[in-house]
């Protein structure tokens, strides 16, 4: 199965912070932060025809920090985000 997004959305893999400090202590997953960072794996037609957008599948990106929808596709937890709720690209 494949999940197409529609409008100015896209389809991202957020990045799961260490479970554990530099240090050694393992951080138990209810004290984590929500990731904030993630990976765009999909991008819908009109944000990829639009001049202005350099969104594209494979960048990393920061997204505002309660934005997204969270879906799961082949047992695969994904985030739907809109585009105003990218906050840039990590280069």
Known sequence: MSFIPLGQRLL???KEEEAKTASGIIIPDNAKEKPLQAEVKAVSKELSK?????LKEGDTVVFAKYSGTEISVDGEKFLVLNCEDVLGILK
């Open 12 to 14: 991202v893999k957020a």
């Open 50 to 54: 639009d001049e202005n957008c350099e």
